[in-house]
């Protein structure tokens, strides 16, 4: 890690209100934290974590909505197209959508059709979770494998 | 009545209608198999004297008369049987062609992708369901819809229907069609299995329709062109003057 990104991380820290910052690259494992009672009895308790850098600061949330990112985006989950064929919503022309964004669905429940040569192949759902995005139009082509729903997993 | 015994002596099949279930009435037998998560014996069979909602293609009516037809579904969910499902669609609709051609000596044709006809009317029709978790393809289908001892039809129809006994003036034993039917769809399977050639080219050799001006009708979007050929997954191969294209979906009809 570049020793002048290094300082900045610390600058940006200490004139924060950040307590404790970690980050890491490759193998090496930088953490930021004040010198306060939690930092301390942090230290004390990780003992296989060395921090190389050791600056007073205050909390901020930069970190957090870092881990939130992260973790939203292992939460995302994509169904795809099992097979080539034309995408339906609906299980006929005139009836209502199995689904619609921000439903709820469960592991089984019906998502779409999608036809290939008179074979109607219901797609299930094989999460639990909120649909975020419907990522096909409706009676339009869909290639195998192709995403079709987007599902935020519970 | 259908007669099971009947039925069961002439069947000659390892596991296509082993597992049999009979209903006198039943939503549809599709339907049945498809939501049924206790019955999981590959080659499970449902036939049902009348069905309250029977259908087709998006949801198309498929109407039924008591006794008169033979309306069942065969559930496949083992591989390697499942992992060419549009292939299934031209095995089962080449057996039951063969099938009533071995018993009836009708001269049967084949409509892509999966219609049976005599005399450019349809005598039977298949409607295949699948269900897959995800990407993977858990359990499929196979409906049949024969028209057997109907002596008439009233109502309209996109494709106009007969029946075997319309056709043949004789009444039909269901029992030892149904029997015929299993086993050549079985034999048709391992056929499917071993060499897939065989099949595409039986199936073609009885569809008048390659080579012929053809309209493909898809969300009420009409286009005409060639029936070129199927390819090897079973798709139309649909010419016209500027190019080929692969169509796996719609309505085809000769133009």
Redesign the interface.
Known sequence: MDVNLLKRLIKMVENSGIAEFSVQEGDLKVKISKNSKTAMHHEIYSPHIQPPHNVATSSVPVAATEKELMEKSTNLYE??S?????F?RA???D?DPYIQIGDTVS??TVLCIV?????????????SGKIIKILAEN?T?VEY?QPLFLIEKN | MFIIEDFDIKLDTDYVGRNFFYFDEIDSTNSFLISSKDITENGSLVLAEYQLKGRGRRQRDWVSVKEQSLLFSILLNKEPEILEPNLLNLTASLSVAQAIENMHQLDVELKWPNDVLVKKKKIAGILLESVSQGNTLEKVVVGVGINVNQPNFKGKYQIPPTSIKIETKRNVNREKLLSEVLNIFEENMGKLISNKNIILHDWRARCKMIGEKIKIIDNETERFGIFDDINEKGFLLFRTPDKTETIHFGDVSLR
């Open positions: 169904i795809k099992p097979i080539v064929g034309t339906y299980p006929a022309p009836a592991e089984g036809e290939a040569m008179k074979l109607m192949n219901e797609i299930e759902s094989d999460v009676a082509p494998n």
